[in-house]
C-alpha cells in the first residue's frame, strides 16, 4: 500500500514557529547559495569555477584552449558567472581576467576538496 499522507497526533506548535524563524533568517543564504549551485550546476561553468579555484584567475582566451571551446562559448558561462556574482573581473590592458568572490570561494571549497579527492583516486589506479 503506498501511503504518502501524514497523520499525526498533534503538530508540535513550537517547533513549527520556530522552524518557520529559522527559514525566514536564512533566507538570503538560501537564496545566495541556490543561485552558487545553479550555476555550478553547468558542468562546463562548474568546471571553469574549479579552474578558476586552482589558478587564481584565468582569461578567457587561456579558459577556451584548456576546455577546447570558443572563446565567445566561454564568454556567455563567464557572463552567467559575474551576473550571478560568483566571480570578478581585473583587466589589465585589453585583457580580462576572471577570478572568483572570496566569499563564494567558502561555499564552493567542499565541492573541489571531494573532486580532488576522486582525482587523486583515479591517479593511483
Not at 541556490?34 to 584567475?57: D, H, M, P
Amino acid at each position: 500500500m503506498n501511503n504518502n499522507t501524514c497523520i499525526r497526533l498533534f503538530a508540535d506548535k513550537e517547533q513549527i514557529k520556530n522552524c518557520k524563524i529559522k527559514l525566514k533568517i536564512a533566507q538570503r543564504a538560501f537564496v545566495n547559495l541556490s543561485t552558487i549551485l545553479v550555476l555550478a550546476g553547468n558542468e562546463v561553468r562548474l568546471q571553469i569555477i574549479y579552474l578558476l579555484e586552482e589558478e587564481k584567475e584565468l582569461c578567457p582566451c587561456d579558459l577556451s584552449d584548456i576546455l577546447g571551446m570558443s572563446i565567445p562559448a566561454v564568454s556567455q558561462h563567464l557572463r552567467k558567472l559575474k551576473d550571478g556574482n560568483i566571480v570578478e573581473t581585473r583587466k589589465e590592458g585589453q585583457t580580462v581576467y576572471y577570478s572568483l568572490i572570496q566569499e563564494n570561494l567558502k561555499i564552493l571549497k567542499p565541492f573541489f576538496k571531494h573532486i580532488n579527492v576522486q582525482t587523486r583516486k583515479l591517479e593511483t589506479v
